[in-house]
């Protein structure tokens, strides 16, 4: 399945059906009142539901795990385990077993199995998607180490880097992703529960992106910086996604084919610091306007970046040390990742600014030919590196998908 | 203003209509598909915007200030402020001033002014709501002392309270919900950078619900323990609704006038001992099914409790201490509050536990006619305080709404 389209099903349960058919029905109303507001809902009169945000599934089994392409949904977390003392290969094989099976329940919509929490009951599965990760300190608590990657070699160490060990890595990683919170929370307890004595909980993380729907067509995601983000994302459609993205059937080792890696970066936004500078000044760190994403020298947000564009005082447009420039995948021999992040809000920290930021996910085939070399460079000059902070990080091996009757890394565990 | 529903407001600005001509378009297409399942997107194919999420829209204007009927956003941040040393009635005033200048336009999906982040451009309003309340120190502070409500006075102390004074109380007190994070979160940021000099931040909470469109037709929301919560609700609808919860044209302070009292609670669920408890057990505790909420003695979920009914051996069927017994209105004189809660989860505690639950908001014309007597009743004998805590607490004069030119408090700060 090159086509990473065919990794979405087509859904027809009765109370799935029953959303696509009041879709179907107001979406008829609407358009009938010619494109007039709407009202928003009261307690007691709840809009129709309009939408297939409970409907939409991904499949558990395809050349790729899901959550890689998936549309971004609303509501992430991503959760980090360590295997429990005394833990090994049995143990690991019972736990990705367990794992797969309440995944793809779930993200099927169905119950987890006995003792489901209920909280995902009434709602469709809302693009849930989980996909599961290995770390380097994996393959030697299970007597795999023969068989572990070269890609995940600890990453260089970058000068920004302000690292928090508890938080960072793990032997195994699963990122959960859903359009509606508490299907997400559901399926976060039910593979927390999963873990059992087998492993413990290392890190846990809450994100979220915008709602589908907020926006009134598909946008390019923005962060809390306000700035449009994720516009030079590789496209699937494009000829080389693939390659860049996933590990070739012919790869090495055997049992990654169809698999990625995953870069994961707790990256906080210093945005009290960020928030007193002008809008002339925030466009010149990024290198692209605020409103529209579009370069500073001029176009639309796809508009290709002139670099070399000089103002009327001599001067770069698009100045030396501007996100844009520094990231951008002609900057850096081609460097391609696919960024899938979510946003991150967990309140105030303890010296009284926002604990928010990005929960940066980026996928590649190779982390040295994604993640690392645009990092290198942004880490020697990037203007915005003065406005975030790189606090936790991990890099994880993610199976190719599982097929029918097989488990997320049957082909590393059985190998 | 008495019909609670005339808050609404209907807008048709350019951009909110493309969201409403794309719901109308896509529900034609879905219709004539007859009810087939839907795709999901993938990340170069992204569904069309298919609803009206993004331009539904409440007036900052009315009676009744917007956030207490307004149906509950999937995300909302709760913010309390206290006044900063030396600020008074004076910085009070320009305060909410700049506060209702800023929730009138966010609420109509515009720019906050000069200096807006950016984070909500791109998204319609997604019925954002900015509620505004005064905590009973408000007043000294102000030299207000004499208008201050008895409806303020402390809340009585449960036994099964265990409060943290530092994420209770304050003297301001905001409440913000939309259906899109980003959109909450910009409101968010643009009330805190408002605050400026004269109020400093106290606390600030997080929170969820379920997405609109996630279930096939709306439902009563569930839990993060997986029941159902609400059923009892009062309906704006019920000829009674706005004597419970709003105070009257003729209440006293007179500058409460269409407000309302706002209870706030953090209950954490202790959700690792609760997941322990067999379905059946977790049913006796709650005394309705979780399936879809009916009472244990049968019917469906707006079915009434049979309180009496034995089972076959003897035994009450709900049992004594069972929740939805002991919180039955008719058990507690009829005392009703509107529940308009928010579910919340902050990751792991120190202790390894879910830091989740319920950021329970209450309203009412009288905190003694609606959440005391009941969490007395509670308190006394409630099966399932043996798997909640309740860790902060607020109570709130929540003025009516502003009438056009009026900024919030406006009848209190000018009296």
Redesign the interface.
């Known amino acids: 399945m090159s086509d ?2 065919t ?6 349960r009765r ?19 010619g ?24 499949s558990f089994h395809g050349d790729h795990q899901a959550g890689i ?3 971004t949904q ?2 992430g977390h991503l959760i980090a385990f360590d295997l429990a003392h005394g833990a090994g290969l049995k143990e690991a094989v019972a736990l990705m077993r367990r794992w797969s099976a309440t995944a793809s329940r779930l993200m099927a919509g169905e119950p987890a199995g006995d ?5 995902a ?4 599965p ?2 849930l998607t989980i996909t599961f990760g290995f770390g380097r300190t994996f393959f030697d608590r299970t007597g795999l180490a023969a068989q572990r990657p070269a890609e995940l070699d600890p990453l260089p160490a970058f000068s920004s880097d302000q690292l928090d060990p508890r938080r960072s890595n793990g032997d195994l990683w699963v990122q959960i992703g859903a ?5 997400a ?1 559901h399926a976060l ?1 039910a593979i927390q ?1 999963d873990a059992g004595e087998a492993a413990r ?1 290392r ?4 994100g ?12 390019t995601a ?1 962060n ?4 449009i983000d994720g516009t030079r ?1 590789p ?3 494009e000829p080389d996604f693939d390659r860049r993205i996933f590990v070739p059937a012919t790869g090495q080792p055997a049992w990654m084919a169809g698999g990625s890696y995953a870069v994961v970066r707790r990256i906080r936004m210093l ?1 009290d610091d960020w ?1 007193q500078l002008s ?1 002339t000044q925030q466009e010149r760190v990024i290198g692209r306007r ?2 529209d994403g579009a370069p500073l020298t001029g176009g639309s947000e796809t508009t290709e970046l002139d670099l070399d564009r000089t103002g009327p005082d001599g001067k770069l447009i698009i100045p030396d040390n501007a996100h844009a420039r520094i990231s951008a995948p002609e900057q850096n021999g081609g460097a391609a990742m ?1 960024r ?1 992040p979510y ?1 991150f ?4 920290a303890g010296d ?1 600014t ?1 604990d ?1 930021g990005l929960l940066f996910i980026c996928w590649q085939a190779d982390p040295l030919k994604g993640f690392v070399p645009v990092q290198r460079k942004l880490d020697r000059g990037d203007a915005l590196s003065t406005f975030i902070r790189h606090e936790a990080s991990g890099l994880f091996a993610v199976p190719g998908g599982p097929r029918k009757g097989e488990y997320v890394g049957q082909r590393l565990l059985e190998s």
Chains 1, 2 share one sequence.
Do not use: C, Y
């Open positions: 990473t389209g990794n979405n099903i087509e859904i027809s109370r799935l059906l029953g959303t696509v058919g009041a879709a179907g029905a107001t979406g008829l109303v609407l358009g009938a009142a494109g007039a507001g709407v009202r928003a809902a009261v307690a007691d009169e709840p809009a129709t539901a309009l939408t297939t945000v409970g409907s939409a599934a991904e392409t998936t549309a609303s509501r003792g489901d929490t209920g909280v009951l009434d709602a469709g809302s693009l359009n509606d919170a508490l299907v929370f307890r529960k909980v890190w846990q993380m809450n979220f992106n915008r709602s589908p729907g907020a926006t009134a067509q598909p946008m923005r809390l910086m306000g700035q994302n496209k699937p459609s945005l928030e809008l605020k409103s696919l899938r946003s809000h967990d309140g105030i009284g926002p928010a």
